[in-house]
């Protein structure tokens, strides 16, 4: 490259959506963290199943409509420049249900069994992992500050939700081990890979993601038991009044988050620098 192209190649790439340097998008990983991810997991279960049996559009029909408004909401959660709690876990919330949708989809609709389907978002996870770390050499959430990054992180986290919900599926229902015995077997490995991190330091980025998948089937059998008909298990709470009580918790801490955020935000509007 010659000297006189350089600064206008510089120039074109700090003007590239994709390589703009951004302030970090994804919360602080703390308790709170946790419980809010895990409330979006379950309402991701249960509004699924509400959508399914209520809309009266079928499964592919509701798999559509909750796509598109799941990439209306994911386009405003990219045009912002920081962390905005209600974009970011209304995302959260969309993407679950998206990712429930999808893996209902191949099951139920197309027949595809749960051992497959499981690891069929296994290997897309897998991918998605490694191109991401090919391209940006980290998989880390706390350096979401360009837009490829933040497409990377949320292409993961689709494949999370997806993923979480066949594994789920395929322990309590396939291997008929139940909703409690499942909620129990992924708790007890959340459990593993919080001692293992914080007792052995194993490295904190994988510990995360480890985690992350782990919640999904969590709450979805969480979501499970607390739904499903007497007769299979479950507490037969219903899907709606599950699905609301979950969505207030949500907004509530979300509510928090909003309000915390705001008084630690400094005067005025940073301007967002650019990456060379």
Do not use: C
């Not at 490259?1 to 206008?8: G, V």
């Not at 003007?15 to 895990?38: C, M």
């Not at 990219?78 to 949708?101: D, H």
């Not at 979950?246 to 509007?269: M, Q, Y």
């Amino acid at each position: 490259m010659n000297r006189s192209s350089a600064p206008e190649t510089v120039a074109a790439a700090a003007a590239s959506p994709w390589v703009r340097t951004i302030l970090n998008k994804v919360p602080e990983v703390a308790v709170l963290f946790w419980i809010v991810k895990i409330l979006s997991t379950t309402v991701g279960e249960t509004a699924a199943d509400y959508l399914n049996d209520n809309l009266g559009l079928g499964l592919p029909a509701t798999t559509a409509v909750m796509s598109l408004l799941f990439v209306a909401v994911l386009i405003w959660q990219v045009s912002t420049t920081r962390y905005v709690p209600g974009a970011y876990w209304l995302t959260v919330v969309l993407v679950s249900i998206v990712g429930t949708l999808f893996s209902d989809n191949l099951v139920d609709n197309l027949g595809v069994s749960l051992y497959v389907s499981t690891g069929i978002f296994a290997v897309a996870l897998a991918i998605a992992f490694s191109v991401w770390h090919r391209s940006e050499g980290t998989l880390s959430i706390h350096t979401i500050v360009t837009r490829k990054r933040e497409a990377f992180y949320w292409a993961a986290i689709l494949f999370t939700f997806a993923l979480g919900t066949s594994a789920g599926d395929l322990l309590s229902e396939k291997l008929a081990l139940g909703y409690v015995a499942a909620a129990l077997i992924f708790g007890a490995v959340i459990a593993l890979i919080t001692v293992v991190h914080y007792g052995l330091h194993v490295n904190a980025v994988g510990a995360f993601w480890a985690a992350y998948v782990m919640t999904r089937p969590f709450g979805a059998s969480i979501g499970d038991l607390l739904t499903a008909d007497r007769t299979d298990g479950g507490l037969n709470l219903g899907t709606n009044g599950t699905s609301a009580l979950f969505l207030v918790a949500i907004v509530a801490i979300v509510t928090w988050f909003t309000l915390g955020s705001r008084r630690a935000e400094p005067a005025g509007d940073p301007e967002p620098v650019t990456q060379p």
